[in-house]
């Protein structure tokens, strides 16, 4: 933390949510307690946060006293900044492409690169075929997300007040204010993802209006085959390399 904010002034830094519930576990067990943490984790307003930090206050204040010293921002959506357009809590990313060079990560240095190399010529390949074959003008994930939240948009009730604001209603009388024009849900949750959310969706489908024209384009085909689209080219192996009459390179 330190060293994030004296060379990388200004960033947000986020802790993964799941090794900071293992760090609490050590003191404060129990299927409640974990409960409560993942609600003020995922919780995405600070009216919720606060709600599920006071319910863990009530079970258990030394658990509750245990957050005093990590600041909200690093593991709360309550206060992620919006900017990012990307709401994980976890460290998956960097988790996933560990775990993919487990191989590569036992041998020497340069067999280790040329691993590593030789994996992401693959996958870079793999992935722009695969977004070629795309039918939509975004990846099918970011479909399904729209399809689920549109299943849930269904059960609101959206009143529109001019200028492409809306006052979305649930059965049981909670509401949220929608603004299309700055791509904002009370919820936050859009802004967070720069997806539309169900209570967005809800304003949409009740003026007829394209839900996918409000999808940020970070998650567009076209974004998508560009990040792909330069290729890693393949090399002969070291019997065909030129000899440059160079003393080999030996071990330390």
């Given at each position: 933390m330190d060293s994030i904010s004296q060379y990388c002034e200004g960033a947000e830094h986020r802790c993964c949510?799941?090794?900071?519930y293992s760090n609490f576990t050590?003191?404060?067990?129990?299927?409640?307690?974990?409960?409560l943490f993942w609600t003020a984790a995922r919780a995405t307003?600070?009216?919720?946060?606060?709600?599920?930090?006071?319910?863990?206050?009530?079970i258990s204040e030394e658990a509750y006293n245990w957050f005093f010293e990590k600041p909200p921002s690093q593991w709360t959506r309550s206060r992620f900044e919006e900017h990012s357009r990307c709401d994980?809590?976890?460290?998956?990313?960097?988790?996933?492409?560990?775990?993919?060079?487990?191989?590569?990560r036992d041998r020497p240095i340069i067999?280790?690169?040329?691993?590593?190399?030789?994996?992401?010529?693959?996958?870079?390949?793999?992935?722009?075929?695969?977004?070629?074959?795309?039918?939509?003008?975004?990846?099918?994930?970011?479909?399904?997300?729209?399809?689920?939240?549109?299943s849930e948009a269904r059960y609101l009730k959206a009143l529109y007040v001019g200028n492409h604001k809306f006052e979305i209603s649930s059965r049981d009388d909670l509401r949220w204010s929608?603004?299309?024009?700055?791509?904002?849900?009370?919820?936050r949750k859009w802004q967070f993802t720069g997806i539309p959310c169900p209570h967005a969706?809800?304003?949409?489908?009740?003026?007829?209006?394209?839900i996918y024209e409000y999808i940020d384009p970070w998650y567009m085909k076209e974004t998508y085959l560009k990040c792909y689209s330069p290729v890693i080219h393949s090399m002969s192996g070291p019997e065909l390399w030129p000899e440059l009459g160079k003393h080999s390179?030996?071990?330390?």
């Open positions: 949510a799941r090794h900071l050590l003191a404060h067990k129990g299927l409640v307690l974990k409960n307003t600070v009216p919720e946060w606060k709600s599920a930090m006071n319910e863990l206050k009530d994980i809590l976890l460290n998956n990313l960097c988790e996933a492409f560990n775990s993919s060079i487990v191989v590569a067999s280790m690169l040329e691993k590593i190399w030789h994996q992401q010529m693959i996958r870079k390949n793999v992935k722009r075929e695969a977004a070629q074959r795309w039918d939509h003008a975004f990846g099918p994930r970011i479909v399904k997300i729209i399809e689920n939240a549109t929608v603004d299309l024009t700055k791509h904002a849900c009370a919820c969706i809800s304003g949409m489908l009740s003026r007829d209006i394209g390179l030996n071990q330390p």
